[in-house]
């Protein structure tokens, strides 16, 4: 064949794939079935959507997911179990494996096992705890307190900043043993934390928090330390937890994370040959629900953002990027070398050869989706029997969208965990949508 | 040049065929329950046997034990209160007081009574057999015996981690406490070091 004509079938190829856009599908595409199920309320259908797509080499994606599912249908035993399984899998999958690199190199990104992003792994902890709160079991949830201590002190992200909430919840679980100098601590370093996000995170420290720094810096006779807080945070006046009374704790997951998309860019180069460069971009999306008013006996807190994953999630991937691009690359580069030797052989095979590798080029779409968008937190002392909770749910203009009622149960000297996942099918549509090609 | 071309080609379906063998058929080996299987440096199974062995030898060879048979003259009840877990890890307890409590009831040196958790059941059959049972094969409430001593502990860890290596410290504290005056008669104490490194690299 002339090369002129080579050029021309090159050509036509090109066109057709860019018709026929089947190809192999990414993750995020049939995540949007998924989580459907999950707006509607149904999280057990979503769960059967999830069994379906298990892949051997996305388990730990697999596990986080059904995790989270698990947790948001209330059987929290099952949730902790498929999070330790999530746990054991990346502690294996971690070490750098000699065929996957090969093959991500000469098909896609996505042939690399998924370990997830660090504030990922770090989240794992935060809603396994979580769990064991549900089930009022405090001793397992102060294991996974220490546990993300050690995640916290050892972690291989370049970023200058702690999460927040990590050691605001551990502080929490401290204080619901009696452990009032670690729960200290914690709330110490998750005011730094909060303090150290950089303005793009959209995190400020929380009030609750602010309020916490003070009443347990005067639990535990700080008041030095008590009296700087109440200048710093010009607060005069905290409410305290009367010996006797318990505390209510409404933790509110709104929304869920934005999805990746797979961009292509798609280029001939002059000896006929298609070269594909594909880079992930999220496709940013807002929840509805962005606060919540928790009214008791009369008395009523607003919640706090205490974890804004949505913009956790984008920070990840953006300071990957620089990484991602160079594999993108490499990877180019690699496939374009064995079109080239193909072509070289057989002009019918180095045609396919270059074809298949363009389609098979598709970024690495997977994230743990089913985390929520935003964490929201409030915190009420009350004294111990039953009550009646009263839950508004309020947009960014602090109308009322939905309204909840929750009968409660107070112990003494005792922390109730209530949570509630709220996902709107509003909360699913992208804000700007990327046109995957 | 020729047959640089071709390595490179044959490189690549050597890769290939890499990516498609995939593992082996699963594995089953049967192993006898002491022998010992580290595999990922989590608390297993040894450790749960080798601390209630020694404990419990040494707890039941101390002075307490032929103080009381000689102030009382029968042998003291002992009861398993709460063993804390305040490590790293969710280590399984019904494991570990099961060892313990078989070590210490096999010894045939101290009486052992039902803990709190399995009592409620028992009681809950009483009252059932109060009701159902004939009147000869009844048993009556308030008949239990009251535990003399109480066992209880907490188990601690130290992580030191650096990379891939990992040095966890394991402390395992019991105390032996007196029911009817808070006397604490005996404590013991089990220390267990390991040092853990992770694999850099898999097939």
Redesign the interface.
Known sequence: MTVVAKKIARLCGALLLIMTLGGCATYSDWVGHMEADISSGQPDKALQVLEKHASSKDAVLYLLNRAMLQRMAGDYEASNASFEAAKAMISRVSAISVSEQGSALAVNDMMRSYTGDYYEQVLIHVFEALNYLALNQPDQARVEALQLDVKLKTHGDNSNYEDGFARYLTGIIYEDLGEWDDAMIAYRQAYDAYRRYPQQLEMPVPQQLKADLIRLADKTGLDDEARRYREKFDIKTVPQIPGHDGELVFILNTGLVPLKRSIEIRAITESGQLVTVSMPAYEDRRPTVIAARVTVDGGSVTTDLVENVDSLAMDALQKQKPLILARAIARAVVKTKVSKEADRNNDALGLLVNLANAITDRADTRSWSTLPNRICLARLPLPAGKHRIEIDLLDHLDNVVAKKKYDVDIAARDKRFITLNWIMANDLIPINPLRAR | MITN?NR??KN?LL??A??T?GACATKVERISPDQVRDL?GNWNDTDSQLVSQEMISDVLSRAWLGNFQQAHSKQPAVIVGEI???????INMNTFVGDMERALINSGKVEFVASKQDRQEIREERKDQDINAREDTRKAMGMELGADFMLKGEIN?I?D?EGKEQVRYYQVDLTLISLADNRIVWVGQKKIKKFVT??????
Do not use: D, Q, W
């Not at chain 2, 804390?84 to 969710?90: G, P, T, V």
């Open positions: 071309n490179l080609f690549m890769l290939v890499l990516m063998l990922s804390r877990n305040l490590s790293h890890e969710h860890t992580l981690t992770k694999a850099s690299f898999r097939p």
